[in-house]
Structure formats: structure tokens, C-alpha cells
């Protein structure tokens, strides 16, 4: 056990969690501080990533929120390699600083699944949508070179999308055969280009992926579930060892039809009609990370036809 051990023990209060996360650890775990960032870090335990993050934030799909000045302070002493014990609900972090608890067992926990939507979508949603996010210049902001192969894998996974919009008004079982087997061959050279593509600890051609995988969900998973699912069987085919661990497990996290609330945000929006209140909640996406929230808007684009 590291020396801090001995050291006062600081109890750090949970605001919220994903229930995803939480039902990804078990009773007892040890594990290490993975990764840490300006705002945020993650614990991983046997495989699994947990995102600590602060309120300030939006909660994400594999982790937990915590007061803000508490992760201020323990971003000042928690470094990379850092031992986590997680034993009767609670984690502790072993840093120089001392032991940092953080209870998990009885915590609120918010549902981070992507709703689909029940019929389809509502008129001129595709529009105000299109035309929203064309007015941010996206490709501007991309940190995926975009050059003619990363055009093509983006209008594949758009067109696939097209052809989900098919399914939802035919039925997944009136969908040509060839046309669909075109698309899904298709759509898996597009992940196969874009899986780990790209710099950083969540890659630029991951986060297209992510958001895309999360409007199909959102647009499709209600009417055309089978012809959505290639799309995320050509994810999880693809997925092991393509990529970092952090982007392996938002990947895995949106194959299981979960989203950051960010995310969440913004299909709640579409969901009312809402959409005077649209812009502000995609600025909140683009602010995520360097080019994160750019790529995972470009994706989240091509699910609704744009071509950008």
C-alpha cells in the first residue's frame, strides 16, 4: 500500500452518475488512475475506464460528476499510474496528497441511454438541423485531414443513414437485398477507415463515429432496428485493439446505445421542437475537447443527409 495510505482521508461528494458506468465495476476492484486531463481524469479497473469529471461538465456515459473545486483540488495531486481500490462502494485514490473517497454505492444515477425516436421524425426537423450545423463550418474545425478518402467514408455513412430513412417508411424486411448489402460493405470500409484515425486520446475519425452511431440510434433504433444494427456491428467488429483504451470504451458505451449528456441535451431538444435553444447546446458539444465536439458533430451530421 503507497505511504499515502496513512494520510487523512478525504471524502469527495458524487453529484451524479451514469448508471452505465456504475454497472460496469464490481463490489471490489483494484485499479489505477488511467489518464488525466485539465478537467477531468479516469480511473480503470480490470479493463474498464471511469470517467471522473466536474459538475461544470457534462456528465459522461462511462463516469461520474463531482463538486468543482473538489476536482480542482484532486486534479492538483492525482497523476497517471496513481492505485484506486474500490471496495464497499467506495473508490479510493492513493496520490501524494493523501486518500480521496469517493462513495459510489448510493449516488443519484442518470440514464445515459439514447431514446429513439417512436415514429418519425418530426416535419422540417432535417432542415433546421442541416442548416444549423452547416452555419458552424465544421470542416474547419475537424481534426480529420480532409482529403478524398475521408470525404468518401462520410458520404458512406451518410448514405447508409439514407438508407435507414428507407427502412423506417418500407420496414426493415422491405429493404432491397443488394441495395442493402451494397451499403453495409459500404458503411464497414467507412468505420474501417475512420477507427482510430486521427490524434489524441479519442481520435478525430472516433468521435465521427460516436456521433454518428448516436443520431442513427436516435433517428432509426425505433423503425429500422436490423438495418441500423450494421452500422454497430461493423463498430464492434472492428473495435478490438484499433484503437486508445478511452476511445474504446465511448465506442463500446455508444454500441450499447448510451451518450454524454451533452448529447442527451440536444436530442431532448429535438424531441420537443425546440430548437430556438438548438445553437447553445451544440456550442456546449463543440467545446468538448480540441476538435472532439467538431468531429462528433460531423458525424451526427451525416446521420441527418448532410453532405457537408
Known sequence: MPSSASSKAFEVGISSASSYALSRIHPSMRGTV?????????LEFDGNLLHV??????LSCIGLSVDAEEMSSMLGSVRAGDRALLHNGVVRIYSLAGVSELAVADVPRRDCSVRPLSKVMRPGMDIEVSGLLRSLDLLEQTGLPWTER????????????????????QGDDQVDVDRFQAAERAVHGA???????????????????MGFGTALRYLHGTLAPKTTDAFFRAVAEELPGRTTAVS??????????????DYLDVLALLDSGNYGELPSAFDRVLSMGHTSGADSLLGFAAAFGCLL
Open 53 to 58: 469529471g466536474s459538475i461544470g461538465g457534462p
Open 150 to 169: 475521408s470525404i468518401s467514408a462520410v458520404s458512406a455513412l451518410a448514405r447508409f443513414s439514407a438508407l435507414c430513412f428507407a427502412a423506417d417508411e
Open 248 to 261: 474504446e470504451s465511448y465506442l463500446q458505451a455508444m454500441c450499447a446505445g448510451q451518450a454524454n449528456e
Open 34 to 42: 488511467h489518464s488525466v486531463f485539465n478537467t477531468s481524469f479516469n
Open 191 to 209: 468505420v474501417e477507415y475512420l477507427m482510430g484515425r486521427g490524434l489524441g486520446l479519442t481520435p478525430s475519425g472516433d468521435d465521427i463515429l
